[in-house]
């Protein structure tokens, strides 16, 4: 098929690529030229693992970039939004998503032919139905099922494995106004057999991906409470959740007593809070549609709260090995808000760099990926180290933010150059005896 992508971001251009690996023809659309040049010429704008081969395969021949709208609207059968949905502090901010389908809308008033517009942004239910149609409309003169067909087709990738997570989805969401539409949406993603597909509405389809996202991020908040209490009472989190974690409808037995490990344990592990560009904006988001609704969500509510006062617990650790922060040199370990990936928006890393440099600690930070993303948030004030090793040299403490594998070596590190700062782990990713002076989350 031949489609076009609006928004060529972490999933614009992760579904680009991956679209074209498959066989489509796939012009991705920025409004950013800077952006444009670089994935024309091969480079990819992020970082995620596998992304530069599948980008430097497919450019110029399968895959194209372009800030002409128009023209990939014209020449594709099928267009993906792609285009951020940030929070704005009250609601889900749809500026992006309404200035596309109205960009998108101008287009196809000048088109022939059938032509299907697909929300793959995240966006709260009704938004495909009742603002991106009518704008469509609105825009084009046409009549949406008669002249065009809407879809909506959420997307689950995780950064940090985002070619894998589309390449090999576990389920495809094909929401669509009426079956032409579904059926359209359908084809991009045919040659998926294994994936299951599910064909439902439009607010449906928005609906299963506020519900997965608020599910993860409830199990992290659920694990952080339990963690926090673990430490008031003495008991180490990582072994009380293990013992959960053996619960078989968890982990299910085999036959012979092996275990199945899904990958779902990972979110129930206490550490220094969740971030990112999707779990506190879509579950903020989430609690702000249902308020409207008249549906209020507690649960939520205290999912966020607990994750808003986790960074907080890792000064807090600091303080019992560190009283005194004002001088104190103290090295942070990881910006990215996870591994494996170069994004730092909304990363725990921030509030505590910040409080950290506002209580006069010196600080140093080092980060495999995210360097890039994260040294300019700081001005300056914090010095950006290109090895582990230089990060942690002459502190007085360590914190661990990000579960970078990388990291794994601190003990054996520190005991070559006879460090002996304190290792304040947010990600309980370091064994809690191999270091001298050791604090960790949910311990
Ligand atoms: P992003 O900020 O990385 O990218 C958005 C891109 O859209 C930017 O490059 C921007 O320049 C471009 N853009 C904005 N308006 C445009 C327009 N009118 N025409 C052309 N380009 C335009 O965002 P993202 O992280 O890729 O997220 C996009 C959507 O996907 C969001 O709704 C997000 O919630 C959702 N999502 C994100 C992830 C993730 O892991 N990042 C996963 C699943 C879903």
Not at 41 to 69: C, F, Q, S, W
Not at 97 to 108: F, H, S, T
Not at 223 to 249: F, M, P, W
Request: with cysteine; glycine share 10%; hydrophobic share 45%.
């Amino acid at each position: 098929m031949r489609i076009s992508i609006v928004g060529t971001g972490y999933v614009g251009l992760v579904s680009g690529v991956g679209l074209a690996e498959v066989g489509h023809d796939v012009i991705c659309v920025d409004v950013d030229q800077a952006k444009v040049d670089l994935i024309n010429k091969g480079v990819p704008t992020i970082y995620e693992l596998g992304l530069e081969e599948l980008l430097t395969k497919n450019v110029g021949t399968r895959l194209t970039a372009t800030t002409d709208l128009r023209s990939a609207i014209l020449s594709t059968e099928l267009t993906l939004i792609a285009v951020g949905t940030p929070f704005n502090g009250e609601q889900i901010d749809l500026t992006y998503v309404r200035e596309a389908a109205r960009q998108i809308g101008e287009v196809l008033a000048d088109k022939d032919g059938y032509h299907t517009v697909v929300v793959k942004s995240t966006v709260v239910p009704g938004t495909t139905a009742d603002v991106v149609l009518p704008t469509l409309e609105a825009a084009s003169g046409k009549h949406a099922g008669a002249d065009f067909g809407v879809g909506m087709n959420p997307e689950f990738l995780a950064e940090g494995a985002a070619v894998v997570d589309f390449t090999s989805p576990d389920r495809i969401v094909v929401g669509g106004i009426d079956d032409r539409s579904r059926d359209a949406l359908a084809g991009l993603y045919a040659s998926f057999t294994h994936a299951t597909v599910v064909r439902t509405d439009t607010t449906t389809a928005e609906m299963i991906k506020y519900a997965a996202n608020s599910l993860l991020a409830t199990m992290i908040s659920f694990s952080n409470e339990i963690g926090n209490l673990c430490a008031a009472v003495g008991v180490d989190s990582v072994e009380a959740l293990a013992g959960v974690h053996l619960d078989k409808r968890l982990s299910p037995m085999a036959a012979d007593g092996s275990r199945v490990s899904p990958g779902f344990l990972s979110f129930l592990a206490a550490g220094c809070g969740f971030g990112g560009s999707c779990f506190p904006k879509d579950v903020r988001a989430l609690i702000a549609f249902g308020h409207a609704y008249g549906s209020p969500m507690p649960v939520l509510d205290a999912v966020i709260a607990t994750n808003e006062r986790q960074p907080a617990r890792m000064l807090e650790l600091l303080r019992r090995r560190v009283p005194e922060l004002d001088g104190a040199r103290v090295a942070v370990l990881g910006m990215a808000f996870k591994p494996g990936t170069d994004d730092i928006r909304e990363s725990p890393s921030l509030p505590v760099t910040h409080a950290l440099l506002d209580a006069g600690a010196v600080v140093s930070a080092y980060d495999p990926i995210a360097r890039s993303m994260a040294e300019p948030v700081f001005d300056g004030e914090v010095r950006f180290e290109d090895t582990l090793e230089d990060a942690i040299s002459g502190v007085d403490a360590i914190l661990v933010m990000t579960r970078w594998q990388h990291f794994e070596r601190l003990p054996e590190l520190m005991r070559e150059t006879g460090s002996s700062a304190a290792v304040i782990d947010g990600r309980r990713l370091i064994p809690k005896t191999a270091v001298e002076h050791y604090e960790g989350i949910g311990l």
